[in-house]
């Protein structure tokens, strides 16, 4: 349940017809950062860090927001040094009666965001969007095996409160691998779940120390540790949430011994470019009549972006869809197989494709 934060009486009268809602937001924006016309922002209420490199934000919304389901990402954008910054991160607690949302930001290097985020402020305001994504406990009684490789923790850690909350009504185990014992995070918090509900277990998988404790094991995912893990019968569901990398070997090593698998990653599969690729293409910009040359071997998001134009985006990786926009003519080249596709659609992901040939897009 969140809670409203409203606007004034006299504001809430006002009319989108004599003030369009980009003015009204810019004023309401002027009186209280948190008000908005129709856009989800949220107030940084608390920050506490959590492990090495990992800091836990406490996001107060405002009424816009329309709430999430555990395992769910939502968009957060801020401004740094005048440029606008969006990226998807996953709630890492499960929705509670305060209405906040809690996100656990990782500093990644090279990544600015990240960085800026462990450094904000209690009262800063961020952009917020709804929340979105499918990964969630499949219905019925089958236990529950979770998959987790460093940030892959965070939607695990919200999925996991909310099997804690309902008395883990199914055997869940969670695998969660982390570089050091440093970096994990709520390993205690999960050892306490571990230590008074027999449904639940938790085993720490540490690639860069010695284990040492009876809930650690030491290496990276293999079919040795899975064997560990999974019933005989393999009647059990199966959620993965890491690397590119580390969710494909899950795939390999699972997909075919278990009821499902669902998997989320947070890292873009690799691109496969060569030099065909070089040189540059026409895009028609329909909505603004412009017309650009842009590169064939980016991704058509920073092609534009490179030209000085930006396109809304989240995740950068094909998962958020925010980058979506139509495509009425032209070829497009997806960036992990080089399939192309020459149908106009209606749902391009500027993030995931590159120009094949010159082009229109509904921007
Ligand atoms: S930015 Fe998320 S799908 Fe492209």
Not at 201 to 206: I, N, P, R, S
Not at 280 to 305: F, M, P, Y
Request: contains cysteine.
């Amino acid at each position: 349940m969140v809670t409203a934060i409203r606007r004034p009486h006299w504001l809430s009268r006002l009319n989108a017809a004599w003030a369009p809602p980009a003015v009204l937001d810019f004023w309401l924006s002027r009186l209280n950062p948190l008000w908005s016309w129709g856009d989800a922002r949220a107030r940084v209420v608390e920050r506490r860090p959590e492990a090495e490199g990992v800091t836990t934000l406490v996001l107060k919304p405002n009424r816009h927001f329309r709430g999430f389901r555990a395992g769910q990402h939502m968009n957060i954008g801020v401004e740094i040094d005048g440029v606008r910054y969006t990226r998807s991160y996953s709630a890492s607690d499960m929705p509670r009666a305060d209405g906040c949302i809690r996100m656990t930001v990782k500093a990644v290097e090279g990544g600015k965001l990240g960085v800026h985020l462990q450094a904000l402020a209690v009262g800063s305001v961020l952009q917020l969007g709804q929340a979105f994504g499918e990964l969630c406990v499949p219905a019925g009684q089958a236990p529950c095996l979770m998959l987790a490789a460093g940030s892959g923790i965070t939607p695990m850690l919200a999925l996991v409160q909310a099997q804690a909350a309902a008395g883990f009504p199914r055997p869940v185990r969670l695998a969660y691998w982390a570089r050091t014992r440093a970096e994990l995070v709520q390993a205690a918090t999960l050892r306490g779940l571990a230590a008074r509900h027999p449904n639940f277990h938790v085993h720490f998988m540490l690639t860069g120390e010695t284990a040492h404790a009876a809930d650690e094991s030491a290496g990276r995912i293999d079919s040795h540790h899975l064997a560990t893990l999974l019933p005989e019968d393999g009647r059990i569901h199966v959620l993965a949430c890491g690397s590119h990398g580390f969710v494909e070997r899950a795939r390999a090593l699972l997909h075919s011994r278990c009821l499902s698998f669902q998997s989320e990653a947070f890292s873009p599969p690799p691109r496969v470019v060569d030099a065909s690729d070089e040189g540059h293409v026409r895009v028609t910009l329909l909505q603004t009549g412009r017309t650009l040359d842009i590169a064939r071997n980016k991704s058509l998001l920073e092609a534009l972006e490179e030209q000085g134009i930006k396109p809304r985006h989240g995740c950068r990786m094909g998962i958020c869809n925010t980058c979506s926009c139509g495509k009425p003519s032209g070829a497009t080249r997806a960036l992990h197989d080089r399939s192309v596709q020459h149908e106009p659609t209606q749902a391009l992901r500027l993030c995931m494709h590159a120009a094949q040939s010159d082009l229109s897009l509904e921007l």
